[in-house]
């Protein structure tokens, strides 16, 4: 039995699912926590998503308030925890009052982050999957007697295009075409997907991206570019940090660039964001020795007790180093 029939068959063992999935929720996390909260609801289980913080609105196309929570209040009663593209339990946004080590329920943890720490007690992680949703499609499609709606494969396709940026990352592969063919069969609504994420710019993140446009920084003859984005410049256009998802992807798509670099500050330090463009150069082994982690191309970082000025000159390090050749010529 191949470990997505055993794993069908342990979700089959319980009726009342609680669905979380990692904070700051991206369009995988949210596509996927939708698209698994309507499929078992529609297939005779119950099931809520607990979303302590709303989603961007980027994703309300596929948002159900009857399938979504903001506290365990609403909820009280579940046999089961799926925790959905979170490589580890400290990355869950779980409901206030609840760790981790207090579920006393069976936990199940799908995911497709190379580094995941097989926290839950049964586990389905495909590295090569493109996106948590893909693993939800595969799961899906082969449980028998189940039913796909246009709604759940419109959520998974909003993952999946997501988490591949429109099918132009270079996790898109022809299994993820195969996934999107899927999924369309099924009714899922492609326009609308791409609408949503690709073409609803509101004004004001227009406005803010330009001006962090004109302050990108660049280093070794364009390799290496990166924005500190500070908090005076969210606050002037009224964008929140979670919304800043895709600046990082404008600067990556600057010529002759290998890695781009997004710093943040947070209450205690600053977060950073990594994206490589070139296999020669995991983003994954600057963002692990800093502490983070995530995939070899998409990485991240949360350092504790740094100032802006010095997380630019240790990452500066950091990527110099990981570029040997650069210092020789
Ligand atoms: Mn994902």
Redesign the pocket.
Same mark, same amino acid.
């Given at each position: 039995m191949d470990e997505y029939a055993k794993l069908s068959g342990k979700i089959g063992e319980f009726r009342k699912f609680l669905i979380v999935t990692h904070v700051n929720p991206?369009g !995988? @996390?949210v596509g996927?926590s939708l698209a698994a909260a309507g499929f078992l609801s529609q297939n005779g289980f119950s099931a809520k998503v607990c979303l302590p913080e709303p989603p961007p609105k980027r994703y309300s196309i596929i948002s159900d308030g009857k399938l979504i929570v903001k506290t365990l209040g609403e909820f009280p009663y579940f046999e089961a925890v799926l925790c959905l !593209?979170s490589g580890s339990e400290a990355r869950l946004a779980l409901p206030a009052n609840l760790s981790f080590s207090q579920i006393g329920v069976c936990t199940f943890n799908i995911d *497709? *982050?190379p580094d995941n720490t097989r926290f839950a007690k049964e586990n389905l992680l495909v590295p090569t999957a493109s @996106?948590?949703a893909q693993i939800l499609c595969s799961l899906f499609s082969q449980m028998k007697g189940f039913k796909i709606s246009p709604q759940v494969a419109t959520a998974l396709y909003l993952?999946i295009a997501s !988490?591949s940026g429109g099918f132009r990352f270079d996790n898109t592969d022809a299994k993820l075409f195969a996934c999107a063919s899927t999924l369309l069969e099924l009714g899922a609504d492609a326009k609308k997907v791409s609408d949503s994420l690709f073409f609803s710019v509101p004004l004001n993140y227009m406005k803010f991206e330009a001006e962090m446009i004109s302050m990108i920084r660049s280093d070794l003859d364009g390799r290496f570019a990166w924005a500190l984005v500070p908090d005076e410049i969210l606050w002037k256009h009224g964008v929140a940090r979670k919304d800043v998802e895709t600046l990082i992807d404008t600067i990556k798509s600057l010529d002759g660039l290998k890695i781009a670099a997004l710093i943040f500050k947070a209450p205690d330090g600053v977060k950073i964001s990594l994206r490589s463009k070139d296999p020669r150069y995991p983003v994954a082994d600057i963002a692990r020795s800093l502490g983070g982690g995530g995939h070899e191309l998409a990485a991240g970082a949360h350092i504790v007790g740094i100032s802006f000025d010095e997380a630019q000159k240790i990452l500066l390090e950091k990527v110099k180093a990981i570029m040997p050749e650069l210092e020789k010529t």
């Open positions: 991206d !995988d @996390a996927s !593209d *497709h *982050h @996106a948590t993952g !988490d």
